[in-house]
């Protein structure tokens, strides 16, 4: 079955200072995985997704992740921290069928000044 | 453009009451989901559609049913309300699937049993 583990549920990083959120993913087929952001009182919208073409995806706002088959992991960085990142970052894999997401349990980003 | 709309926003209901939550979309999107976000715990899947007339059962489809009658509506509904069931739960579509097209989420019923 597929899934994905998200390593600690909060991250605290000054303004301008890198930003990595870590994510581990499970699969019995390659897998498809997703990196999705939510601001307060809002629904999830899509950061970048892989689907098994470059390995370094970039999405908006300046993140990109990584793919590293022989770790299971995509964790997801950004050079700089901005103010306006501090979000709730989710990790996911499609399932095999590619008919749903299964998300993990989401990491908090709070950026200070 | 609207994109995914829930209503109620917000709602309490008491220990065994009933209730269904609304979502339509208005991009033609053939699939559509349900999903239910606690503390700490994530987006769990509870029920999904792949088009009008199928649904299939998620990671936790207890207490829940749905129905799709046409492609823009997806209600979901509780029968007897459970504690259990206080949460956020979201709508969200997709066009074709989780692979090619991203999941477009409405902004969330928050739910309190009591």
């Known amino acids: 079955a597929q899934s994905v583990t998200q390593l600690g549920s909060h991250v605290s990083v000054s303004e301008g200072a890198l930003v990595l959120l870590r994510c581990n993913y499970s699969s019995s087929v390659p897998p498809y995985l997703f990196w999705y952001v939510q601001y307060p009182n809002q629904g999830l919208q899509l950061l970048l997704k892989y689907t098994s073409a470059a390995t370094l995806v970039k999405g908006i706002n300046g993140f990109e992740a990584e793919f590293k088959k022989s770790e299971t992991s995509f964790h997801l960085t950004k050079p700089s921290a901005h103010m306006s990142d501090a979000a709730e970052y989710f990790c996911a894999v499609s399932n095999q069928a590619g008919t749903a997401l299964i998300f993990g349990k989401g990491t908090t980003l709070s950026v200070s000044s | 453009n609207a994109g995914v709309t829930q209503t109620p926003k917000f709602r309490i209901l008491k220990i065994g009451q009933s209730m269904t939550l609304q979502c339509t979309q208005d991009?033609?999107?053939?699939?559509m989901y349900w999903y239910r976000q606690d503390p700490g715990m994530g987006l769990k899947l509870i029920y999904y559609s792949v088009g009008a007339g199928i649904t299939d059962k998620g990671e936790v489809p207890n207490g829940y049913n749905v129905s799709r009658s046409t492609t823009e509506d997806f209600p979901l509904r509780l029968e007897l309300a459970a504690p259990s069931q206080t949460s956020v739960y979201f709508c969200?579509?997709?066009?074709?699937?989780?692979?090619?097209?991203?999941?477009?989420f409405g902004n969330g019923t928050r739910l309190t049993v009591t």
């Open positions: 969200a579509s997709s066009s074709s699937g989780t692979v090619n097209s991203p999941l477009h």
């Open positions: 991009m033609n999107h053939n699939y």
